[in-house]
């Protein structure tokens, strides 16, 4: 009987280890399409590599609240994007904007694939010779010949 009774308790359990999940009720739509495609193109400031809408951290959570609750009261998409970048910067967006600030990581691609190009260009163009002088590059040939010559 313990062991039925540690077995519920074990299986019962799990559900405490379970995420929260996000249920939001939406006006329309089109609404719930919006807060789904501003919480998949936001940057979690946490984990950096997911959107908010894959994050389980808890600043995600906080971000999707907010983005439904700016949905809410009115504001359109680009409202809670410029709102989200106003208040976590640029970086929050996946595709930063040009600025002066944001230009090395749009530059920075393509800069490096331009100076590996100039280093390998260099570096084909070193001469091949030997580096002897002319004394020791004639001393050279002379024992090069008279080991051909047996």
């Known amino acids: 009987m313990k062991r039925v009774l540690l077995l519920a308790a074990l299986i019962f359990s799990f559900g405490v280890l379970a995420d929260n999940i996000d249920t939001y009720r939406f006006s329309s739509v089109t609404q719930e399409q919006q807060y ?5 193109s936001l940057r979690c400031p946490k984990c950096q ?5 894959d994050s389980n951290a808890m600043i995600a959570a906080d971000m999707r609240l907010k983005v439904y609750q700016l949905l809410q009261s009115g504001q359109t998409p680009e409202q809670v994007k410029a709102w989200m970048v106003a208040r976590y910067g640029n970086f929050v967006t996946y595709e930063p904007p040009v600025m002066a600030s944001t230009l090395i ?4 691609p393509v800069l490096f694939v331009v100076a ?3 280093v390998m260009v260099l570096r084909s163009r070193k001469r091949t010779g030997s580096g002897l002088d002319a004394e020791q590059q004639a001393r050279l040939d002379a024992l090069l010949n008279n080991r051909k010559q047996p």
Do not use: F, K
């Open 116 to 118: 590996g190009a100039v």
């Open 49 to 53: 590599n997911n959107s908010i809408a």
């Open 36 to 40: 789904r495609h501003l919480t998949e």
């Open 105 to 108: 990581l749009w530059a920075g």
